[in-house]
């Protein structure tokens, strides 16, 4: 069994005679193989501490620097004259009003020639940009970088504020960036290529009182970076924002005197220079520095809402008031990085919108989105009694398991709606449904398509489909649909029933509802047991169910009970992986659906009894508690695809794949490329390699690498027999490991990554991934 797996990739593998590009791939299987992987990985960061102290220079670039005379922009005019960069160090030699001149820009002149560097002093206001631009043309023959550091403070309070004091501010911070901008555009466009930093403010981004004028103009800033970036980016120009935070002429006497001396400019200079460094590759981002810390920051919007629940409904000013909780409800809020996706995002909302309000004419629905990944899945099946110790739970505990799935029972959570508004909106007049007086009835689930993935999110539609009278209390019928990108994977249905709210006169029973069914009148066909833990309910809580009935031994006592009970939903996931262990090989995506009764509480510590009647392809059983006998789920069943009888493997579940257009794709090409170019390398390896590429926890795409037989790379399971290596990741994954961005040890040990058949062979790759087909 795999112990331990590393992929360690390098971005130089130094010998003792030269240095070469290479990714390598290290796997240990016991205990001397992990010492040896231990000791490259040892080798592998020295390599990676030398490369990264390599310097990165600018020579041949010319950089003009605006404001240069002293703080921040000589920070940044000295260390790009350092790293072999020709500086054009502006200065109007102002004091930070704006009043005044002197010689500042001469001054970090000589510094930087006295340390070999090129420069020139320039003394024009930004305001007339074009003479700075034309100050590096003359001198040096080409401009690559700007800085737009300059600006002055004109601090008031916005009452008292002139309009001059106004004028000012925006002349130099947002007028004379654009000036000195435009005029450097043309050369930057010819030669394809330019690097321009504007320079904001936290008093733009957020505000500050009395800098009405310098938040506005700061600001100002962030949106011409934001469309300059767009407008240069075929041209090989990148423009971005750099938001500074140190000590400067402009901060000298407002910042506390201990913090003005910690706050050095040297700390954010190499941040700037990184930014206008011809390999730096963002573009329109804005970077927040100070203290030796960087950020980034973006705008994100919400999810929004509807403002009217039908199409042909007028906004009002009440129901904007009805909504705006939601509107202003930041959870799932994102970034949108172009203006096209704002009108792709509006069209789309208004489909939706259109769409549910149809679904909606019938019953009135309550929208819900559910999110999921690896670690509630494994909190879950710890919840309802996994245990390492059942070998054939593993996979449900153990995210890098190469067969890792959820088990079914799980995604009942994702329908759960019992005190949302949904029931109690659904009512007869003069009742009431809330936390206090509703209880768990009974269950239903039924899967559509391929099994949800071990990750992912859903929208759901709750809605009530029947009130049925009971005397002196009401069942509501809830149904819910769970969708993922559109598609209905699980549909679900509770029987809340509602204590005390019945007699109004409703039906007592629907055709809407799925019915319990009673088990044969025979002797079970299997029988197993498991006794819960004292904690059993304090584990299960943690999936979501946090009602205090399960672990206030107050509130427990007060409903009638000796101690806190176990949640029903834990109990039927105890029950329903009995089930699935005996007559579906424990594997998840052969069940088709689920119905089950909630009879009578269970105490924890208890021991759960599951009896099961196998009929066809249904599995009729009931649970009891063995210490009292009590029936607790009764008329219940699992309907499955198809039946293994225990100890039997399960036929394998195909999983469906798209063609749809992935990031990955380009990566295989890549590969493609560099086994044509190396074909000796690649038939040396001799092994077929699967790459199953995921989406939301499914498999959408496979790619074979194959080097045994037909030496090449394509889509789609090996043509010629079985992989004898497989590789599981996802789309987002493969492009970050790709990038760098995301270290392979990190990935798999956080199951990002799951490798299956002969791990060996994957050392294999090697030598061919030397060779410029990186992956």
């Not at 001469?106 to 420069?119: H, L, T």
């Not at 025979?522 to 009935?549: F, H, K, M």
């Not at 760098?740 to 040890?745: A, I, K, N």
Request: charged share 20%; aromatic share 8%.
């Amino acid at each position: 069994m795999l112990q331990c797996l590393f992929i360690l990739k390098t971005r130089q593998n130094i010998t003792s005679s030269y240095v070469h590009n290479s990714s390598q791939i290290y796997f240990a299987r016991n205990s001397s193989q992990i010492h040896q992987l231990f000791v490259h990985l040892f080798q592998a960061c020295k390599f990676a501490v030398v490369a990264t102290m390599e310097q990165l220079r600018f020579d041949g670039r010319v950089a003009v620097v605006t404001g240069a005379g002293g703080g921040l922009g000589k920070a940044y005019a000295l260390l790009l004259g350092s790293r072999g960069a020709k500086v054009v160090v502006n200065d109007l030699g102002s004091a930070r009003d704006g009043i005044g001149k002197s010689n500042f820009a001469d001054e970090v002149v000589k510094e930087i020639k006295a340390k070999g560097g090129e420069a020139v002093a320039d003394y024009n206001s930004v305001v007339e940009g074009e003479k700075i631009i034309k100050t590096a043309l003359d001198n040096y023959g080409r401009i690559d970088i700007l800085i737009n550091n300059a600006g002055i403070l004109r601090d008031r309070s916005f009452q008292k504020m002139s309009e001059q004091d106004w004028d000012l501010v925006h002349a130099v911070h947002l007028k004379g960036a654009y000036k000195t901008t435009q005029a450097a555009w043309d050369a930057f466009k010819k030669q394809k290529f330019g690097r321009v930093v504007m320079t904001s403010s936290n008093a733009g981004l957020i505000g500050n009182f009395g800098q009405a004028n310098y938040s506005a103009a700061k600001m100002g800033l962030v949106g011409l970076a934001s469309t300059l970036a767009i407008e240069g980016a075929k041209y090989n120009i990148k423009v971005n924002t750099i938001v500074p935070t140190a000590a400067s002429r402009l901060t000298e006497d407002i910042l506390p005197p201990d913090m003005f001396q910690a706050m050095k400019p040297e700390l954010i200079a190499p941040v700037v220079a990184y930014m206008v460094h011809e390999s730096f590759e963002d573009n329109g981002v804005i970077i927040d520095s100070t203290l030796g810390f960087a950020h980034k920051a973006h705008l994100v919007r919400s999810q929004g809402v509807p403002l009217r629940n039908k199409p042909a409904d007028p906004v009002t000013i009440e129901s904007v008031r009805e909504k705006w909780a939601e509107v202003v409800n930041m959870n799932g809020a994102r970034r949108i990085d172009k203006i096209t996706e704002v009108t792709m995002d509006l069209v789309q909302s208004l489909q939706d919108f259109e769409d549910r309000s149809k679904m909606d004419s019938v019953h009135p629905s309550y929208w819900s989105t559910y999110s999921y990944n690896s670690k509630d899945l494994v909190c879950y099946a710890l919840g309802v009694g996994a245990s390492v110790v059942n070998p054939s739970d593993l996979k449900f505990l153990y995210e890098s398991h190469e067969q890792f799935t959820a088990l079914p029972t799980f995604f009942i959570l994702a329908g759960m709606c019992m005190e949302s508004p949904v029931v109690g909106n659904a009512m007869p007049k003069g009742k009431y449904a809330d936390f206090t007086n509703i209880l768990h009835g009974e269950q239903y689930v039924e899967f559509f398509g391929d099994f949800p993935g071990t990750e992912g999110n859903f929208t759901t539609r709750n809605y009530v489909v029947d009130v049925l009278d009971k005397g002196s209390s009401a069942i509501a019928l809830v149904n819910s649909e769970v969708y993922q990108d559109k598609e209905l994977v699980v549909r679900t249905q509770q029987h809340v029933f509602v204590v005390g709210q019945g007699g109004f006169n409703g039906p007592r029973s629907s055709d809407k509802a799925v019915g319990v069914v009673p088990p044969p009148k025979r002797s079970p066909d299997a029988v197993l047991e498991q006794r819960t833990a004292e904690d059993q309910a304090a584990l299960y809580r943690l999936s979501g169910d946090l009602n205090p009935l399960h672990i206030d031994p107050n509130v427990a006592s007060a409903s009638g009970h000796p101690k806190p009970i176990l949640h029903g939903l834990a109990s039927l996931g105890f029950s329903v992986r009995h089930v699935i262990a005996k007559y579906a090989g424990s594997e998840s995506k052969n069940v088709k659906a689920i119905k089950a009764r909630f009879a009578k509480p269970v105490l924890p510590g208890q021991t759960l009894v599951t009896e099961m009647w196998l009929e066809g392809t249904r599995v009729h059983f009931q649970t009891k508690v063995k210490e009292t006998g009590n029936i607790v789920i009764a008329g219940a069943y699992v309907d499955l695809k198809t039946v293994v009888k225990d100890g039997a493997s399960p036929a394998p579940v195909q999983q469906s794949t798209s063609s749809v257009d992935l990031k990955s794709d380009s990566l295989f090409a890549k590969i493609q490329q560099g086994i044509k170019e190396n074909s000796d390398k690649a038939k040396s390896i001799a092994a077929v390699y699967l790459y199953n590429i995921t989406s939301n926890g499914k498999i959408v795409k496979q790619w074979t690498l194959d080097l045994k037989w037909a030496i090449s790379v394509y889509q789609g399971e090996p043509k010629n027999g079985k992989a004898d290596t497989t590789l599981t990741v996802s789309d987002d994954d493969m492009i970050e490991i790709a990038a760098g961005t995301l270290s392979p040890q990190v990935a798999y040990l956080k199951g990002k990554i799951k490798i299956s058949g002969n791990i060996m062979l994957a050392q294999k790759l090697g030598p061919l991934l030397k060779s410029g087909a990186k992956l």
